[in-house]
T-cell receptor, first 113, second 116 residues
Framework: GEDVEQSLFLSVREGDSSVINCTYT??????LYWYKQEPGAGLQLLTY?????DMKQDQRLTVLLNKKDKHLSLRIADTQTGDSAIYFC?????????????FGTGTQLKVEL | GAGVSQSPSNKVTEKGKDVELRCDPI?????LYWYRQSLGQGLEFLIY????????KSGLPSDRFSAERTGGSVSTLTIQRTQQEDSAVYLC??????????????FGPGTRLTVT
């Protein structure tokens, strides 16, 4: 079935690295995504990874995918106060036409000075 | 357009009234999605349009919910006889289509619906 889980909260100090974790259950997932949602705003696509990759780096963001364990993580290097937001992981699977996304419940990242 | 736009940004309605929420996708995007985000919960898929194909309505929670997409562009989500549990942020997204590709979905700012 489709189930994507994330921890609800993460608190880090400015300048430290943040690691946000996500687990999913559908092994047929083709793409996995990370979205950021700031208060009162819509979702902003941060990055995505294709299922045949195990790592993708984009500036301060590093995505790691362990397909065997169905585990996805987002590492934010040198975390800044502007990174405070809710982060959602999402998976796209071939079922149902293959285009709808299943989202996790979101991880609220709080960056403290 | 530059991005996905939605209107209104906020809507307060009385229980039992009908509401219409509008979404303008990114120009050229053939796929359009509606999601619902309730307080403290993740995003719940509602409905998906792809070109001229029949929409995927598998996420609509009841027959009070319906959506249309006219001319392959603008979409309207209609909720009839609103209930308090319909209060949520309704998000629209669009993506380019194709046989292959990452199908990145780009989201609008959402419509916050409050049913009193």
């Amino acid at each position: 079935g489709e189930d994507v889980e994330q921890s609800l909260f993460l608190s880090v100090r400015e300048g430290d690295s943040s690691v946000i974790n996500c687990t999913y259950t559908d092994s047929s997932s083709t793409y996995l995504y990370w979205y950021k949602q700031e208060p009162g705003a819509g979702l902003q696509l941060l990055t995505y990874i294709f299922s045949n990759m195990d790592m993708k780096q984009d500036q301060r963001l590093t995505v790691l995918l362990n397909k065997k364990d169905k585990h996805l993580s987002l590492r934010i290097a040198d975390t800044q106060t502007g990174d405070s937001a809710i982060y959602f992981c999402a998976e796209r699977t071939p079922r149902g036409g293959g285009n709808k996304l299943t989202f996790g419940t979101g991880t609220q990242l709080k960056v403290e000075l | 357009g530059a991005g996905v736009s939605q209107s209104p940004s906020n809507k307060v309605t009385e229980k039992g009234k009908d509401v219409e929420l509008r979404c303008d996708p990114i120009s050229g995007h053939t796929a359009l999605y509606w999601y619902r985000q309730s307080l403290g919960q993740g995003l719940e898929f509602l409905i998906y349009f792809q070109g001229n194909s029949a929409p995927d309505k598998s996420g609509l929670p009841s027959d009070r919910f319906s959506a249309e997409r006219t001319g392959g562009s603008v979409s309207t989500l209609t909720i009839q006889r609103t209930q308090q549990e319909d209060s949520a942020v309704y998000l629209c997204a669009s993506s380019a289509s194709g046989r292959a590709g990452s199908y990145e979905q780009y989201f609008g700012p959402g419509t916050r619906l409050t049913v009193t």
